[in-house]
Structures are given as C-alpha cells and as structure tokens.
C-alpha cells in the first residue's frame, strides 16, 4: 500500500520557528491510548498523552547510534590524495551513516567544511498556488532537532557543523571563496525548486576564482565544482534496468540494492583557516535543544526490529491508526535524510538472517521500493507532478471553495473519522497512511476540492514531507497520477468499521464523543456536529443506528472501493 506523504487557522510565518523553555524528547506526539484500555465514558483521561517515538532515552538511542556506526567504520579506509579543502552541502541528508557526499569529500581532500543553509525559502516562503507557510511549525522544530543531532555525530567524527541563514546560491560561493574549496558536495535532488537551486549554486561558484598552489604559482585558478551524488533512494538510479524516462507504471525490483557506504575512523579536520572570515560555526537555534535526528532515527530501528521485535507483525499491523508501534515511524527521518533507506535494507536482511523472514520483513523493503518509485517518477514526470491535471493531463472540474476546505483543514466536517485524523495532523505533524488514505478520499471525491490545496497544506504540516512522495501520492489519490484507477474512493463507514471497530481512535482525538456508544462513535448523528457535506457513497444511510453492513455499490461514477 502507498505511504501517503506525510487549529483554527492556517500557521502563519512567524511561527515557523518556535522557541521552547524546555527541552523536548517527544519527535512525533503519537497517541499512546492504543496501549491501554479505552473506556467510552471515562471521564478522568483529563489532557491527552503522547508517546516519544523512539520510545528510547537519549542514552539509549545514542548507544544505538555509535553501535550502528562501529559496524559501519572502517580502519582501513585511507584519502586518495586529492588535497585541499571540501565543502559538504547538506540538503535533504541530515545523516553521517551512508552518506555518500560526506565520505567523497573526505576522501578527495585534507580538511572538509560541513555546512547547512537555512533557506528563507523553505523556511519562511510559501506553497506554489494557495500560499500556505511552506514548512509549518512542528517541521521546522523536527529539522532543527535533526540539525542539532547532526551537528553532534560529526563533532563525534573529527567535524562540526557550519549553519549560516540564507540562500545556498549566496552563501556557498562565499565559503567556498573563504576557505578556498575546490568542490561543494551535495545529494542530488529531482524536483523543479530543488534542481533551480543546484543550478544557481553552480552558476555562483563560477563567479568564484580560488588561487591554485604550486611552484611559482605556475598552476591556473580554477572555479569550484558543484558535485552532486544520488543518495536518496534504495535503489541508485544508475543501476535501474531502464532510463529514469523509461520508468514503469508500476513498481519493479529488478535490480540490486548497493551496500551502505563505511566510514573512515574520522572525518576530519575541518579548514585551518577562513572559519573566522565567515563568522564562525554557527547554531541552528539559540536556545533550543531537541531529541531528534540521526541518532534518533538509529534508535528507533533498534527499537522496532530489535528491541521490541515489531518488524515480524508489521504488514498486520501497518494499517493501523493509534499508538506508536502499529507502523515503523520512519518516514520523518527518511525525508529529512537523517536515516539512509539502504541501512533500513540491511538492517531488514539481518533481521531475517537472526529471526525471522516472512511477509512483514518483505513489506518494509516493498515501502522502501514505492517511496524510490515516487522519486523516479518526479524525475521522469518533472513539473506535472504538482500541475492541476497531474502526470496524464486529466481534464477534471475542480472546486477551490475556502470553506467547504477550511472545515476539512480544521477537522470540522462531521466525519469523526475525517475530524479525528486532520486534528492528529494539526497537533503532531503526523498521520497513519491509512487516514492519509481517508482523508484525500473525502477531499477530492466527496468535497470535489482541488487535490492541490490538500497537497499544500499536507506541505504545511508534515513532518515526513518531501515533494515527489506528497506530490505523486496526491495526484495517485486524485485520480490525474500514473495510476489507471482513476476511481479510487474510500467508503468512512467501511473504513471506520475495519480500522477504528470500537471508535477509540476518534474519541482519542475528539474527547466529546467518548461518553457515546462505541459503534455510534463514527456515525454520532446529532450528537456531534453537522455533516458539511454528503458522501458520494453511502449518502443518507448514516443513521443513529447505523448498519456497516449494509452498504450498497455506486451506480456510476465510484466502481471500485477499498
């Protein structure tokens, strides 16, 4: 099944970046109700607890973290001679495990400059067509937990972590000038603002000229290189068994997955001189101090497939909707590359080799397969991916109505299934793929809204965001993707009844309806708000006493339903 990439008022700019007086371990505030017994009409839950995912101390993911790194080091390991200074350019792999820009750069140079770019862009823009903050508040506060965590495991490893504000087209040309670099190393990405970005980066550091050493000068000045190195996916795009413009439509594993890459004992050391030209290291926020990144990526596979030995029960349990354990949890660290899909990989086959191989183990690695999919197909299908007619130019008549949207955004729909997932989304930057799945249903096939403002909000708010997942699951949801099954639609009581039986999710998120019966829950009638829309399928049949049951098919436009 496709991952679906991951108030009372849309965020607003000014705070993207939250500053908290106290120190936070919670990555993602997943409902921890699962674990326990849920009583309909208990009236003593008071405030609404949260689980840290990892569930792991700081000690214990650390350790988890340096253990993964000891296995991945290699004493061996020696630079090739190439000299100079090496600037890493992190982007969108926020890791030092299976970076593959970070050991290149160590490798072709005697010192090497980490650096980050906090994009005003990224960070303070907003959406293509519906101007909503580009990066919300919970994912800004993510990132900034994995940069801190970054920042930590290269000072592990001889380095350090220079954060400058800014966009990389100013900001790299001038370091690279400073600190006379003869290359920028960075991942390669596939996306149009993306790809504008490397282009303005090269373009800057041809303006730079760096004096080349030797005798008498005799050597010629030279630029430096913008190198770019694909590193995002399970499967490297150069060992596809087709070009990226011949891709499929449909997913394929029919080549191997390349080893992680190892470490040398240590990265560094950093540039002697130029650091003090340019203002020194730098922090991403004063003040601020989260559990979050590589580390906690590490933690949480050790957690899930070996801790609390998850990863056996995972296709059961991967649709599921409240607690912390039902799904990996991955997806954040993925997107913001603070954990490699490859070492997910590896850890996967020694899991099976030490425990057990069955349909849950394949499972993961078949995620990890249609999250590359998704990538390759935002190289091959560019822009359209973010058009209104999608992939295939699907001709559809859309509706941009700011209210029927606002109650969907705000969780005011009368759907407690609806409601109950846009709310966890608002409050914790996170949703099952199931309800993500649910809930671009309603948007686009009962509420005929433009799939667009649901990808740009989704944009807004999730943690696990990156543009070729959210973008290519939205148009696969809304019917304009490569997917010939343009007539997707989820049935809320069908839904409901598999994936929420007793109501538990939807009185975890909406305390009012806790004191109903358990099978009225999704259906409340008068007791909860008014229904601002009717469902396509199934309309009028939701009554007090409703009958899963006893759901008819669609006449006409909705065949196939889920």
């Not at 069955?358 to 999250?371: A, H, K, Q």
């Not at 965001?465 to 304009?480: E, F, I, L």
């Not at 009028?540 to 006493?545: A, E, L, S």
Request: proline fraction near 6%; charge should be positive.
């Amino acid at each position: 099944m496709l991952h679906f990439l991951s108030s009372s008022s849309p965020l607003n700019p000014q705070f993207l970046l939250p500053r908290q007086s106290a120190r936070l371990r919670v990555l993602l505030s997943i409902p921890v109700s699962a674990m326990s017994s849920s009583s309909s009409s208990s009236s003593s839950r008071g405030a609404l607890a949260a689980a840290a995912v990892p569930s792991l101390s700081a000690d214990e993911a650390g350790a988890a973290a340096d253990e993964a790194f000891l296995r991945y080091t290699s004493p061996s390991m020696r630079r090739s001679g190439g000299g100079g200074v090496a600037i890493v350019w992190f982007r969108n792999d926020l890791r030092v495990l299976d970076n593959e820009a970070v050991v290149r750069a160590w490798a072709a140079s005697d010192a090497v400059l980490p650096v980050y770019c906090v994009d005003p862009r990224i960070f303070a823009g907003s959406t293509h067509y519906f101007g909503f903050p580009k990066t919300g508040a919970l994912r800004a506060q993510f990132l900034i937990e994995c940069l801190e965590d970054l920042k930590r495991n290269l000072m592990k490893k001889g380095l350090d972590l220079l954060i400058r504000h800014g966009k990389p087209e100013d900001i790299l040309p001038s370091i690279a000038k400073a600190v006379t670099a003869h290359t920028v190393y960075a991942h390669k990405e596939t996306c149009s603002e993306e790809l504008l970005v490397e282009h303005l980066v090269r373009k800057g550091l041809e303006q730079i000229v760096i004096p080349q050493g030797g005798a008498s000068n005799q050597k010629k000045p030279r630029n430096p290189k913008l190198q770019l190195i694909w590193g995002a996916t399970l499967y490297h795009v150069d060992d596809l068994p087709f070009s990226v413009n011949n891709l499929p439509d449909a997913v394929e594993s029919k080549s191997s997955v390349r080893n992680c890459s190892k470490l040398p004992p240590s990265l560094g050391p950093p540039p002697s001189s130029g650091l003090d030209e340019i203002g020194g290291w730098g922090t991403s926020e004063k003040g601020m101090h989260f559990v979050g990144g590589e580390s906690a990526a590490l933690g949480r596979v050790h957690e899930y497939f070996w801790k609390k030995d998850q990863l056996k029960v995972y296709k059961e349990t991967r649709n599921g909707m409240l607690g912390p354990d039902y799904s990996t949890k991955f997806s954040p660290w993925l997107a913001s590359g603070s954990l490699s899909p490859r070492y997910i990989c590896e850890e996967v086959k020694r899991y099976e080799k030490q425990r057990i191989a069955n349909d849950s183990t394949y499972w993961v690695l078949f995620e990890l397969i249609w999250r590359d999919y998704f990538r390759f197909i935002s190289a091959k299908y560019g822009n359209s991916i973010f058009h209104l007619g999608g992939p295939r130019n699907v001709e559809s008549k859309w509706s941009q109505d700011q209210a029927l949207f606002e109650s969907w955004r705000d969780g005011r729909t009368g759907y407690p299934l609806i409601d109950a997932n846009m709310k966890e989304l608002l409050a914790t930057g996170f949703m099952s793929n199931r309800g993500r799945q649910i809930v671009c249903s309603f948007l686009v096939r009962d509420m005929g809204i433009d799939w667009r403002m649901g990808a740009e909000w989704f944009e807004t708010c999730l943690l696990d965001y990156d543009p070729a997942s959210n973008y290519g699951n939205w148009t696969y949801g809304a019917g304009v993707g490569n997917d010939p099954r343009e007539d997707r639609y989820f049935s809320i009581p069908k839904q409901a009844k598999t994936y929420d039986p007793d109501g538990e999710y939807v009185a975890y998120w909406l305390p009012e309806l806790r004191s109903i019966a358990k099978e009225r829950r999704n259906f409340p009638g008068a007791s909860y708000i008014k229904q601002v829309v009717p469902l396509k399928f199934d309309g009028g049949h939701q009554k007090r006493d409703q009958q899963f049951n006893r759901q008819r098919k669609p006449g006409h436009m909705y065949r196939r339903q889920k």
